[in-house]
Every structure is written in C-alpha cells, then in structure tokens.
C-alpha cells in the first residue's frame, strides 16, 4: 500500500483528470490538495464526459472516499452545483469530505478579481477570474473564512459583518463600485455552508487513519510546476503551491507519509494565459496541435497556447517535484506529424543553458535547441502495450523518459480510461 502523489509537470492541462480517474480504481481514498474552480479535470468513463472542477476525479467509484483538503480554496456554489451534476446522473457524493480547515471563496472575491485584473490593463495576469488569487490573498492576510466558519450561523454572521464592511470600502471608495449588501451575502453564505454541512469535516484525522490502515491513498494536484508560485514564471503563476512538496500541506499528513511522486506530462505542451513560452509554436504546427488535442481550457474555454515539448522545463519538474516517474497524455494528438521537434537545452544571449531561470526577463529571451524526430505518421489509438506502438513512437517515449531523467509508467492514446497503456504499477 502507498500514498502517491500525482502532479502536473508542464504548465497544466496535462490530462492529470484521466490520469487519476485510471489510477483511483486501485486507491481507497482521493485527495485533492491545493487550487480552486481555477482549475479543471475533464474525465471521460462509461458514464460520459465529465468537467470537474473541485471534487476528486476518484468520485466515480462509489467505494472511494474522495477528500478536499485544506490547501483548496472553495467555492461553494460551485461546489454544490459540481455535486448536483454529479448526483443527477447517479454518481453518488455520499464519501465526499470537504476539510473544515479549508478557505472560502467569497461572493466579494470574483468581483475584486475582475476588478485587479481590469487594472492591469494589458499587463494582465490572465487569471481566470474565478476570485481563486483573491481567496488566498485573504487567507495569507489572516481574514478569510473557513469552511468550519460557514457552516457555524452565529461565527458567519459576525465575519460577514466585518468582512463586507471591509470590502466595502475597497469598492466603493478605490475602484468606484456599488457595495455589497451585508444581509444578502450573509444568507447566500449561510445557505451554502448549511448544504455543505454533512460533508465537511476534519480530512487531515481521515488521512492519518487511512494512512495507518495501509490504504492506497492517491494525492490529486491541480494546476502544475510552471505555475507554482515559488518555482513557477512568476508572477504568471497560481496562488498556491501545485507542485509535491505542497501536497503534505495542503493535507495535512507529514511529508514522509509520500511514497512516490508521478508526473503527468503531455507529449507535447500547452499553456493557458500570459508568460514566456519557449517553445511556443504560433503557426500552423500550433493550430493543429490545438485542433487535434482539443486544446481549449475546461475551466475557461479559451484556446491553450501549444509547442513542441520542452525537455529543460521538464528536467525543472523532476527535480523541484522528486518525480519517481512519468505519465505521458495525448501521444496520439502526434500520430500524423512527419517530425516532431523536442526542446534540449536554451540558448540565453548567446550561451547555451538547460535550466529554467528565474527572471521572467531572462526566460523570455530563451531560444530552444532542437532535437528533430521521425513521426510515425500511423494511429495509436487502439495500442493497448509498448509494443503495439509504432517503431517511431517508441522511440519518442524512449527519448523523452532519457532527456527528462525519470521512467514512464502510464502512456495515454485517448481520453478514455482503457486507452491507458500500463507501463509499470505506478502505486509500487
């Protein structure tokens, strides 16, 4: 039995939503640990195509109990209308906890996101305006409400009061706005938490004792390294931390109860929003990798930015994750490609690097060196083994598990579970 961690190794959007759902039929307990309705997992089982945005991708089965931890950031209309999609189509949400230590995204928060982003004018985060960055603002500055606050009356009515009265003034006397009615949000607030309530209790006491009875516990991150907001393109990161070592955090277990770490990388990849990108194609290649891939944000819509993979912001990944292994999605957006480009090294003001720096400056003057590949040019959609691969193919995962310095255990050709190749038993 183990506790594994599953993280998005590129800049998100790296089919971690399939991933775990393959990986959860042999995990007893799924656990989401940071980020909010920012994010999105799409899942496509037997029962059809699924948008999930706060609950763990392990919600499908029945006899998993799925957790919300404390590093989330939640919004509880949209947790509740994401449980009333599930429940209308007979998912049951009955092993769903919620932690009472996790922060809430308030009615005030997405107004103020829309605001600080229209500020910004076209310096912009790009963020997605889902009052997610404003939610740990107030966390951090000790004045944001908990989910044990919000299903307390008496504690919530005395925040609110406070709170909106405080917000208030940043409405209406910085960015001319109306302000908010204090009673009204009261009852929105009170109503959400006294729906939420049966779910929420204390995961971290769930986890420990999950963990001591030797269950299969799978570790779901949202967003991903690039993003992190300490080894991410800042300041074009999240709010929170994506990356492993944020999972201990964001539930409450000691980081020595982590067993291994899996990276989920697509076979090629895509950002969302502002921020260098060095292997960004913006021609042809691009668009059709967009159009094969699918690559338009599930959380957003808006269409992802694609390139060629880029090995140096991979070997990033490894290293600041301690990835144990790789996963690698979408391989079958390359089938038709005559050649496929990979990222080596950059070539910064004339030297060659093959690190990520931390000035957003010096990142963006960053030119890949390519590595040039045969494609297969052949489909591998019903390839269920290694073997069943093309020639070429293998040799692309052969290349990109040596350039990046981890093994591959899971291959995806499809979105669905059973276009999963298993490579290795990711849970040891």
């Not at 910085?174 to 949000?185: F, K, M, S, T, W």
Request: proline fraction near 4%; include cysteine.
């Amino acid at each position: 039995m183990a506790v594994l961690v599953v993280v998005g190794a590129q800049w998100g959007d790296e089919g971690k939503g399939g991933v775990v759902d393959h990986l959860a039929t042999q995990a007893q307990v799924v656990a989401r640990y940071q980020g909010g309705t920012n994010t999105g997992h799409t899942v496509v089982n037997d029962r059809g195509t699924f948008r999930l945005h706060l609950v763990p991708a392990g919600i499908f089965d029945p006899e998993i109990t799925c957790v919300i931890g404390s590093g989330v950031v939640i919004d509880p209309g949209e947790l509740l209308e994401e449980i009333g999609q599930l429940t209308s189509v007979g998912v049951s949400v009955e092993r769903l906890m919620v932690s009472d230590r996790a922060h809430v995204v308030m009615p005030y928060h997405p107004i103020l996101d829309r605001l600080e982003e229209a500020e910004r004018g076209a310096a912009n985060l790009g963020t997605t305006l889902r009052g997610v960055g404003p939610a740990y603002e107030d966390k951090v500055a000790r004045c944001g409400v908990r989910m044990c606050d919000l299903i307390d009356e008496v504690v919530l009515r005395e925040q609110v009061k406070e709170l909106v009265a405080r917000k208030n003034k940043l409405l209406t006397v910085y960015y001319g706005q109306a302000p908010l009615n204090v009673d009204e949000v009261y009852e929105q607030c009170r109503d959400y938490g006294q729906r939420l309530k049966p779910h929420v209790t204390d995961t971290s006491v769930l986890l420990h004792k999950a963990i001591c009875h030797h269950q299969n516990v799978l570790i779901e991150g949202a967003q991903a390294t690039l993003l992190d907001l300490d080894y991410g393109t800042y300041p074009y990161v999240t709010s929170s931390s994506p990356t492993a070592g944020g999972a201990a955090a964001g539930l409450g277990i000691g980081p020595t109860r982590i067993d291994r770490v899996l990276g989920v990388f697509k076979a090629y990849i895509t950002r969302v929003g502002a921020g260098p990108f060095p292997t960004e194609q913006i021609n042809e290649i691009g668009q059709e990798l967009r159009e094969r891939g699918g690559e338009y944000g599930t959380t957003t819509g808006r269409p992802r930015r694609c390139g060629w993979f880029d090995a140096v912001a991979a070997r990033h990944a490894v290293r600041i994750n301690g990835m144990d292994a790789a996963a690698i999605t979408k391989l079958d957006v390359l089938d038709d490609f005559p050649s496929i480009h990979i990222c080596t090294a950059y070539r910064l003001d004339g030297e060659v690097i093959d690190y990520v720096p931390a000035s957003l400056a010096a990142y963006s003057r960053c030119e890949p060196i390519w590595e040039t590949l045969a494609g297969w040019q052949a489909s591998t959609s019903d390839a269920r083994s290694l073997a069943d691969l093309p020639v070429n193919a293998q040799r692309y995962l052969s290349c990109l598990s040596d350039l990046i310095g981890c093994p591959i255990d899971l291959v995806s050709v499809g979105s669905h579970r059973r276009q999963t190749i298993v490579v290795r038993s990711s849970f040891g």
